[in-house]
C-alpha cells in the first residue's frame, strides 16, 4: 500500500477498477467517505474545495466562477495558417498547452493554428499579450513541427516537464492525428519545446486524448476518450498511468480502467433553456488536471444539450458544440469530487461571441501569481453566416480570471461563525497563514490539543485577527510560532464574522511560501512549487 502526501493511503490494487460505466449513479470519493486519521498539511495550501479538513462547521460554503477578463480574445486568427483557407480559422488551444519556463523567463502559448493545420507558438512576456514566435521548421510561420504529407493534426497536449533529469525531455508533447491510412496517436520529446525527437506510436485510443503529470506521486497520466456501452450517446474517461511517459505510452487496452463520466447531478443541475434527456444525458468530452498547491485540479469539458450533442446537427448548422469547463479536484489523484456542478468557465451560446462555445482547457490549466489564476482557454464562434459559418471555425484564445486559491470558500455572514479542521500534522511549519476577503469583519484561529483544549498562547484572545481583504495573510499568536507543534496532531478552530475564506497553510517562514504546486507556473516562482 502506498501513503500519499496528505496521510491517504491507496489499497494495494491501483488504480481502482470496476466503476460502472453504464449508469448515471454518482462515483464515490473514498477519501472522503474515510479521511485519514491524521492529516498531513506539509504540501501547499489546503483548499476549502470539500469537507475533507472539516470536522465541524458552522458555515455556508460558496463556490466561485472564473470570469473571462476584458481583453480577451488575447490570440485570434490572423495568419495565413490559421486562417484556414477561409474554412476554419483557428488560434486558440485545442488542449495544447501553456506554460511560464523560467529559463528562458517567458510565458509559452502552444495552440492549433488553422482547423488541423498544425500546432504553434506563441510567446509573452507577461502572460496576457502574446506574440507569434516565427520558427526555423517551416520557414514564414511559428510552427513547432511540420506534420507528414497528408497528415492532420487533431488533438494535441504540450507539458514542461520541470522535475525531469533529462534535459533532452523537459517538454513533451502528445498528437492525434488523421492519416489516409487510419488515425495515429504519437508522443515526442524536445529540449527547447521547438524541435522535437523521434515520435513514437501509443497504445489505440480516441481523439481529444491527452496528458497530464501527477507529481505527487510521480506518474504520468494519459486522459483517453472512451465510447461508453451504454443505450445513451455518450462520452467517459479511461484511465492510465506509468513511470516514463515515453516508454509507457505503448499501452495496451488491458492496462486501461474506466475512470470517469457524467453521472445524475449533471443531468439534474440543467440550466434554464438547456434541452436535457434521460435517453441522451449530459457527457463527459474531456478531462484536463495539473497539479495546484495541495491537490490535482481538474477541468472537466461537459457537452449540453439534446441536439448541441451531436456532430451532425453542428455540422448543418454551424454553431459550436455547447461545452462548458467544470471544476473538480482530487487528492488521490483518480477520485475527482465536483460538489458544484454549475459550469466554472461557461461558453455564452450567443451568435457573434468569440466564446459562443466549444470551450476547451489547455495543458496546464491556469497560470498563477501571487493574487490571480489565469485560465487560457479556446472559445469557438463559428463564425458568422455571411462567412460561412462553420462547426469548428473562429477560434480565439481568452483568459478567464479567478482569485488565488478562489475556487471554493467557507463563507461567514454578519453573526460569529467558526470552522473546525479534522486533526492535522506538519513536520517543518512555523507560520499560519490564511486566504480570506475579511476587509468587513475578521478571522482569528486557534490552536487546540486532540481533545479540543486551546494550548496556551494560542487560544482565540492570543491571536491578532486579520482584518484585510489578502491572499496571503499571518496569522500571528502571543505564544510565539507554530513550530513547537511539529510533528505532533493538533486542530485548528477558525472563528470569523463577514469573512470568506478559502485557505490556510503553514509555512517554514514569515515570506509565507506554500512548498505547493503552482499548475502552469508564473514569473514569481522559479519553478513548479512555491519554494
Known amino acids: 500500500m502506498e501513503k500519499l502526501y496528505n496521510g491517504i493511503v491507496l489499497p494495494k490494487s491501483w488504480p481502482p477498477k470496476g466503476i460502472d460505466e453504464g449508469t448515471l449513479d454518482g462515483i464515490r470519493v473514498p477519501y472522503l467517505d474515510a479521511p485519514p486519521d491524521v492529516i498531513d498539511i506539509d504540501l501547499g495550501r489546503q483548499l476549502f474545495v470539500d469537507d475533507f479538513l472539516l470536522e465541524e462547521c458552522w458555515l455556508e460554503r460558496r463556490y466561485h466562477q472564473a470570469r473571462f477578463s476584458p481583453d480577451s480574445p488575447v490570440l485570434s486568427p490572423q495568419t495565413p495558417l490559421e486562417m484556414n483557407r477561409g474554412v476554419a480559422p483557428v488560434a486558440a488551444p485545442f488542449t495544447d498547452g501553456c506554460w511560464y519556463d523560467p529559463q528562458d523567463g517567458v ?5 492549433h493554428a488553422g482547423w488541423f493545420d498544425g500546432t504553434a507558438l506563441a510567446v509573452s512576456a507577461d502572460g496576457r499579450h502574446f506574440v507569434r514566435k516565427n520558427l526555423d521548421n517551416q520557414v514564414g510561420t511559428n510552427r513547432i513541427f511540420v506534420p507528414k504529407p497528408g497528415w492532420q493534426r487533431d488533438g494535441s497536449c504540450v507539458w514542461l516537464d520541470q522535475q525531469t533529469d533529462d534535459p533532452r525531455q523537459r517538454y513533451k508533447m502528445f498528437h492525434y492525428f488523421r492519416t489516409p491510412q487510419g488515425d495515429v496517436a504519437q508522443v515526442e520529446v524536445s529540449a527547447d ?15 481529444n486524448t491527452s496528458f497530464f503529470y501527477n507529481p505527487f506521486r510521480k506518474k504520468w497520466v494519459f486522459s483517453i476518450r472512451t465510447g461508453l456501452p451504454t443505450k445513451w450517446y455518450s462520452r467517459g474517461r479511461s484511465y492510465y498511468e506509468c513511470d516514463d511517459f515515453m516508454e509507457g505510452a505503448a499501452f495496451t487496452q488491458e492496462q486501461l480502467v474506466f475512470w470517469q463520466r457524467c453521472d445524475e447531478a449533471d443531468l439534474t443541475a440543467c440550466e434554464p433553456g438547456t434541452i436535457y434527456s ?5 457527457q463527459l468530452y474531456h478531462v484536463n488536471a495539473v497539479a495546484y498547491e495541495s491537490v490535482m485540479l481538474g477541468l472537466f469539458a461537459i457537452v449540453k444539450g439534446l441536439d448541441q450533442a451531436h456532430n451532425a446537427v453542428c455540422e448543418n448548422s454551424g454553431v459550436p458544440k455547447h461545452i462548458d469547463l467544470h471544476a473538480a479536484f482530487s487528492r488521490d489523484g483518480f ?8 459550469p466554472f468557465i461557461r461558453c455564452t451560446d450567443a451568435e457573434g461571441d468569440w466564446n459562443r462555445g466549444y470551450l476547451h482547457a489547455c495543458g496546464g490549466l491556469c497560470l498563477v501569481s501571487q493574487d490571480e489564476l489565469a485560465f487560457p482557454v479556446a472559445g469557438f464562434s463559428g463564425a458568422s453566416p455571411a462567412e460561412g459559418a462553420h462547426l469548428y471555425g473562429g ?24 470552522a473546525l479542521t479534522r486533526k492535522l500534522r506538519f513536520a517543518h511549519g512555523k507560520y499560519l497563514f490564511v486566504n480570506a476577503d475579511a476587509l468587513r469583519g475578521f478571522v482569528r484561529a486557534q490552536i487546540e490539543d486532540e481533545d479540543g483544549r486551546p494550548f496556551e498562547g494560542f487560544a482565540f484572545e492570543d491571536c491578532v485577527p486579520v482584518v484585510a481583504d489578502s491572499t ?14 511539529c510533528g505532533r496532531p493538533i486542530r485548528i478552530r477558525f472563528e470569523m464574522i463577514s469573512v470568506d475564506l478559502y485557505a490556510f497553510w503553514v509555512s517554514g517562514d514569515m515570506s509565507g511560501k506554500s512548498g505547493g504546486y503552482v499548475a502552469a507556473g508564473g514569473r514569481e516562482y522559479p519553478g513548479d512549487r512555491d519554494v
Open 335 to 342: 477520485h475527482f469530487s465536483r460538489d458544484f456542478r454549475a
Open 193 to 207: 519545446g521547438m524541435h522535437w525527437g523521434e515520435p513514437r506510436t501509443t497504445g489505440v485510443c480516441g481523439d
Open 395 to 418: 477560434a480565439s484564445t481568452g483568459m478567464a480570471l479567478l482569485r488565488r486559491d478562489g475556487f471554493a470558500s467557507l463563507h461567514a455572514n454578519g453573526t460569529l461563525q467558526y
Open 278 to 282: 434521460r435517453h441522451l444525458p449530459p
Open 107 to 111: 510565458y509559452r502559448l502552444y495552440y
Open 472 to 485: 496571503k495573510a499571518p496569522l500571528r499568536f502571543r505564544g510565539g510560532d507554530l513550530g513547537r507543534f
